[in-house]
Structures are given as C-alpha cells and as structure tokens.
C-alpha cells in the first residue's frame, strides 16, 4: 500500500510554518508499516488543489489531506473537492447536529460562518471531528481513498486516531508495524554514549538513530525485518548493559517526569517545588502528568529576594553572604518548601537565565539545584550558556534528573 | 514566475524530520517577490524522482532541489539527474580542484567517496559549495531551471545566497520584495475575525492568511506590489478599526506574556500569580520574558486545597461551599496572592484540566480566572474541552488575555 500526504495552504508555501502536520502523519503511517512515498503541498488555490488530487489519486492507494476546512476565503478545500469529483456542498444534518451539541457545551450559539462549516461535499461523508468546528470527510477517489482533515494539529492528530488507524486495522489487518525501540536517555552527550556502545560495530540487522534534544539524547534501535524476536532481545540485552545507567525509560514519547511521577506514587512520597530563575515551568511539568496531585503538593516560585525569605525561610545573612545564587541559597530553599509543604522532598533551583545578570564570580548560566529529603539535602550546579528559554529548560530538565537519581534506586 | 521545491530523502516521508528546508526556501523566495505554488517531497528512489522533475518542469519557472547529493548509497539524486535528462555522470575538473583545495586547508585528503561527489551530469553546471563537500548542480528542463543542493541546512542556505539571490536579480530585475504585517489576535476565533473584517469583501491588491494557533489567531495581511503605501497604510488602519480591540501586537514573533510586560514596566506595576490547574505555566510564561523581574515578584502553585489556604488565606468555608474550582476560591485566591506579595496586581487560575475530576456541575474543562488590583476584582469562566496540556496553554493564555484587558486602557 503506497501513501501520500497533501497539505494544503498558503502559509506552508510562503515559509510562514513548518509543516509539522506532514511529519506526523509520516511518521504516525510509518510506525504502522505504511509507507508514505511522497509529499506535496500547495496554495490555497482551487484548481491547483484538484492537480494534486489527481495525480495523488494516480499513484496512491490512501491519501491524507490537511488544511483548508476552516470557514474562511482562502479555506477552499471543500470546492476543490466539489470541482474534483464533480458534486456539489450539501447541509450535513449530523455535522450540524454534533456541532450545535459541542457549542451548546460552551455556552455558545452556531454563527453563519460556523453554519457554513457544516455544509459537506455530497458524495463523501463525514469525519466527525471531536477537537474542533471544522468536519473532516471522506470521500474515494478513481484508485485512492482520500481523508481530508481540518490543518490545526490537535485536531488532526486526535481524527488520525479516531478515523484512519481504525480504517487501517480493519481493511489491512496484514500491515506489519515496524518494530523499534526508543531508550530515552539522560546526563550523557551523543558522543559519549556512541563510546559506551564501542561505536556499535558490534551491530547487525539493525539501524540506530541518535537524537539529541534538550534534555537528553534518544536512541533509537529499529530492528530490520530479517532479525528474529531472540536476536532483538539479545540487542536490546547488550545496549541496556552498556548505556543502561542512563536509560530513564524505553516508552518513546515518556518525559522524565512521568518516570518520576510514577516512582514517587510507588513510594507514596510528596513533592514540593521552590524556582527561581526557571519562574513555575518546574511545576509545570510536573503538574503536565495527569494524576500529579497524588505527589506534587504545591511550589512557591520566588522570584524576589523578599519571596524566598518570607516563605522559604531563606536567611537574611545567605542572602547577604552568598547571593541568591548559591550553594547556600539553593539548599534553604529546597528545605524550606519542604517544610512549607510537609512534603517528603523539597526540591529547589536558583539561577542566572539571563541575557543579562551575569558577574565575574557568577557567570550567566550558573544555576544551583538542591534536592532534600528527610536524611540528606544536596545541591549539584551547571553553567548553561544557551539563551533564556532553552536556559530554564534544561535548568528544570537537571532538577528532574537529580530527583530521578535520587529516588530510582529505592526500587531495587 | 512561478517556483517550486522539491526534497528529496526518506527521512522526511518517514516523519524523523521536519522538512524545515522547504520552508527556509519557501520563506527567502516569497520576500524576494518570487511565488511557490507547489512543494514536492519525495523518498530516495530514482524513478519517483525523475516524475517529481518532470511535473515540476511542467508546472514551474524556477526549481529548486535539495537533498540526496551525498555520498551513500541513497544518495540517487545525480543518478536521477541522468535519467532525466539522459545524461551521463562525468568527472568535472572544477568541482575536482575545488574540492581539492578546500581539503588542502583541512589538512586532509581526498577519499574516495569524495571524489564520487566530483562527478557531475554532463549537460549540467557545476554549483560551487563553500560550505561543503558536495557540490551543486544547474541544468535547463524543458520549461524550468533546475538548482540542486545538497540537504545539509547551512550549505543549502549558503549556496542559496551564493547562486540563486543572484540569479534572480540578474535575470528577474522587476521582481518586487514583500511587504506583510502581522496582527496578532487574541479573544476572538478566526470566524468571527472574519465576520467583523466583513468577510473581506471590501479588500483589494492583498493577501490575508488567519493562523489560528492555541492562544488566538495570527493575522497576516500580505500587500500586492500593485498597491501604494498609502494604499497600504489604509488598508491597515482598517483592519486596526474593525478588529483592533484583538489585536495586542503588531509585531510577527511577540506572544502576549511580552506585550503584557511591556505594559507592566510602563505602568510601573507589580504581579504576583496563584495556579492551580496550570500548575507554574503561567508564572513560567511570565518569566520566559528577560527583565521580567522588574515586575513578576513570585508565584504561588497552590496544587492542594491545604497550599490553597495556608499560602493564600483561601477560606475553609469557601472550600466547603463552593469548592476549589468556584469564582469564590478564585477570587480568594487572587486577592490572597496579591496580599502574600504585597503586589498591585494578583491573578489566579483554578480548574479541572482532566482527563479525570470532572462532575455533573463542574465539567471537565471548567476553569475560573480571576484578576484581583486595589480598586476592583473580577473572575471569569471558561470550558476548555481540550486534552490536559493544551488545557494548561488555553488556560494560561486566557490568564494573559484578562491581564491585559485590564491594563492596555491605562494606556491611553
């Protein structure tokens, strides 16, 4: 089966976006054992939209179509698909329907253009969108059938779920998924890890891929077809031996706070935040996991100096002594919302993110990260000289990592 | 003159990679007054390539290429060059001594792999790549002039530079840069947008894209080179009427937590933020802006109901009552965290973000927002049928949105 991908929209042509909707869906299809063999994109332009309809309906046999459902002038996907399979748009009772029921939920009333959403090209049928205003369709082409879908992310991705891969599992019950498996790494660059594993010339019948992101690197093993299930353990077996110490968790889309979510709701501890230069986006992800009111109790984001002496009980003479952004500091700070908290853990991060804010003794970048518990509190610093925003995310990224060194080990 | 992109490589039909290459292309071609109308990605088979050229050749001026010049074995791109053009890969002596010399002042020599990527399409010329080993290549279609770079960002972009914004101001001298204006909307969904801005029927010599994104809507109102600057000056002053109230920044890249903080600084005000449901998000977004400390003092993430009345003086009755997600506890807590950090302004956030807590008459997606300064104190209600993270952005924006209704008219 030979997939393709049509994105449709001024705003990828003209470079305002990147078209991340394209790489989902390659990557989503491909996971499947779907190969996607070619991607286009174009204008908002009517007869344009049609060219591409029919020479993907020459070469494919599944074609997924984004963007150009919304209810305004350059949305022209709908007249596209009128003038392509020569039919016309037509009120869609159970577009309509579903729709006044989610507005209704909101408190709100259906307006024209909103109206105007509902209207559906006759011979294809509705793809009931559960994120959004905009129905998707489906309609078949000469050879392929085609899914068009509105162009906002959430709400394709969360219709890919509900309408293709069931269509998938139902009509090519034979696909093969790919197997692969993703070690989500942590506290190793790329290159050190590629010398833990000896440059991998010890490898056969597999690729790997290393990706490096903020707060880690994933690597990524994908197993080719030839290799049996007992060569792919043993694979799995040798990398775990010699990178394991790192491997926080092999779920692919799994952030380090969910790992730790689920230690700390094993152990039944709490958990307190005290942030300063990373401003709440600590608690932010904590609290991005559902079910975090199990451990995560509260966080004081103490931004002034004042802050951090009213309710964490940081000293004066620290303060005046060491600075805000010290050793000292830090490890007041992690003891004292554990106290404020009565929690089982106090966690604190104070820093300089910068761009400015700097000194000779204490550089831009220098951050200190204490963590405290009932027997012990200490703190680990970090020079990270990349902008502002990146700053604060591998600032909060270390804090989650000396909480995930400290707490994984209770397990064994 | 019509221009294409095409991308060549199975890294982007598998989805391990945005394609952010078309889009730079796509970008540097619009504001030099060139149109892309069509984008082409294709997997690294030699057959589908030579389609995706003849199509392009059909349709389009100007072509660019980009990817499958290197020297592994995917790399099919010349050899589809040849196919296409029937030709033959021959050693070129300029892409050789080219080659040679920068290697020379790397203390390197050529191996043998390198020397592949000096042979070039006979009925081609050669692209000089001084960021790199693999050189490009030009050629005449039929109809379109073909660029080939290799997929590597900053040779691409270089070569770019170097080959193709010559080019075109030789051979294209009337081509007419862009001129766009981003207003960047919040508080109104793009249909409604759209009614107030009367469907745009009254516009004339002007592109107008909506990005709808989590936080509003981007507008962006793109001049024709046939209209005046005072033609364009009144079409802005239109839009300014008709949909001003919305618009919180003229400027692309500015979010509302900067135009908020910019107001902030002016007015010489202080703010102090309670989270519940957002969990540090919005003390997160605050601060993700340099200098935000002249007006964000600190943050309180009151996760439990006991955070919610030991830090914020939240009261036990009003819990019992009402509940924790309730216009009362909001309100609560807005006035307690502007006490706690004796700010002029509190803003607090409680809601059920999901996916579970929700009851019959507290939904799930139900939040309360409140604002709280010495004069006055007000809370407003929001469903946000959203999954959990986009609830927290949705929440926080709405956060931001309330901030600045009440602060932008101090302004005037």
């Not at 299809?29 to 020459?58: C, H, P, R």
């Not at 205003?133 to 394709?156: C, D, L, N, W, Y």
């Not at 019950?173 to 010339?201: F, M, Q």
Request: hydrophobic share 35%.
């Amino acid at each position: 089966m030979l997939a393709e991908i049509i994105s449709i929209g001024n705003e990828i042509l003209k470079g305002d976006i990147l078209n991340r909707n394209a790489t989902y869906l390659g990557k989503k299809l491909y996971e499947k054992g779907v190969a996607v063999t070619w991607m286009t994109s174009v204008s908002d332009d009517e007869n344009m939209i049609v060219q591409a309809f029919n020479e993907s309906d020459k070469r494919a046999d599944l074609v997924l179509v984004t963007g150009g459902l919304g209810p305004t002038h350059d949305d022209v996907t709908k007249k596209a698909i009128c003038q392509g399979w020569e039919t016309t748009l037509e009120p869609n009772v159970e577009a309509k329907e579903f729709l006044l029921r989610r507005l209704e939920k909101q408190g709100r009333t259906m307006n024209v253009s909103q109206e105007k959403q509902t209207w559906l090209p006759a011979k294809g049928s509705i793809l009931v969108n559960n994120y959004g205003t905009a129905s998707g369709v489906f309609i078949q082409g000469k050879k392929a059938r085609f899914f068009f879908f509105p162009g906002v992310p959430h709400e394709m991705q969360g219709m890919v779920e509900d309408h293709v891969l069931p269509y998938l599992k139902e009509n090519h019950p034979d696909l093969v998924p790919r197997k692969e498996t993703t070690l989500r790494t942590i506290g190793a660059p790329e290159s050190s890890l590629y010398e833990k594993l000896d440059g991998l010339s010890w490898l056969k019948n597999t690729d790997v891929a290393f990706l490096p992101k903020i707060g880690g690197v994933d690597v990524i093993i994908k197993h080719t077809p030839e290799s049996t299930p007992a060569q792919q353990e043993e694979i799995l077996h040798q990398f775990r031996q010699k990178i394991g110490l790192h491997v926080y968790s092999e779920v692919a889309e799994e952030e380090i706070e969910e790992t730790v979510g689920k230690l700390l709701v094993q152990q039944k501890k709490t958990l307190a935040v005290a942030e300063s230069c990373t401003g709440g986006l600590l608690g932010h992800r904590l609290t991005s996991i559902s079910g975090s009111s199990l451990y995560f109790q509260e966080g004081v984001i103490s931004y002034s100096n004042e802050a951090k002496k009213r309710l964490l009980e940081v000293k004066e003479e620290t303060l005046d002594k060491f600075g805000a952004v010290s050793e000292a500091c830090a490890l007041e700070m992690a003891q004292g919302v554990r106290r404020l908290g009565q929690t089982d853990i106090g966690i604190s991060i104070t820093g300089i993110a910068g761009p400015t804010g700097g000194t000779k003794e204490k550089p831009l970048g220098l951050v200190y990260i204490a963590y405290s518990d009932e027997e012990k509190s200490l703190c680990h610093s970090y020079v990270f000289l990349e902008p502002r925003h990146i700053h604060k995310q591998r600032s909060s990224q270390a804090a989650l990592h000396l909480l995930w060194e400290q707490i994984k080990d209770e397990q064994k």
